[in-house]
């Protein structure tokens, strides 16, 4: 792993402004952000799998690709990814895992992750340990994906995505065994609100082991945290949106 692949992060212990904004956060390792490639711009040149990496900031493993040109890149290893492997991006790159291609170029039904949302920005979609989207149509000028959500989303046949499934299928049944994993992590002590007193959470107080005392849960501060819809009604991407997640088909 070289230094100039990675960078450190400053922790902020889920403070903002000197405040919490984020509580049960602080401590933990050090821990340095490893670059993933995200817009696979090294068109046509390949690079070989030098390496399967931890990334401790991630869910997912990376990989380090050595391209024949001397540099090497982070990118996302994928399910059955092994050192020594190929790789390309790049109208010429196959449909091998981690190849790397426009949406236009990748048939219906094959398995992709690391989706742009927007042409050249890079990918920011279908990238935690696991992830994997399908591509279920194509027509005018736009690619119908169904996402890991279920959600079915328009997206420009121009943008790139990279072939294959994310790696590390095993970290979401993955079982912290002690106290001590969580502090490892930067995660603090987390105390029930029907266990505190009821100054400090509207769940606390009563006799004995009474329950919320109310028809559903609300925050510390008293707000419901149940069935509150917190996406914008008119947010610009929503007539993308073909299906949303959760919707039953028709």
Known sequence: MGRKLTK?????AGRSKGRVAVRHQGGGE???LRNIDWKRNKFDIPGKVEAIEYAP???????????VDGERRYILATKNMVVGDQVMAGPKADFSEGNAMKLARIPSGMPIHNIEFRIGKGA???RG???MALISAKEDGMAHIKLPSGE???FPLECMATIGQVGNIAHG??????AGDKRHRGI??????VAQHPGSHPHGGGEGRSGIGMPSPKTPWGKKTLGKKTRKKKKDSNKYIIRHRGEKRR
């Open 57 to 67: 900031n991630r869910g997912a493993n990376v990989a380090l690709i050595l391209y």
């Open 152 to 154: 079915l989303r328009k």
């Open 8 to 12: 450190a992060i400053r922790k902020k």
């Open 173 to 178: 049944s993955k079982k912290l065994k002690k």
């Open 129 to 131: 340990a696991g992830a």
């Open 124 to 126: 920011q979609l279908v």
């Open 188 to 193: 603090r002590p987390t105390v029930r609100g």
């Open 30 to 32: 050090k821990r340095r």
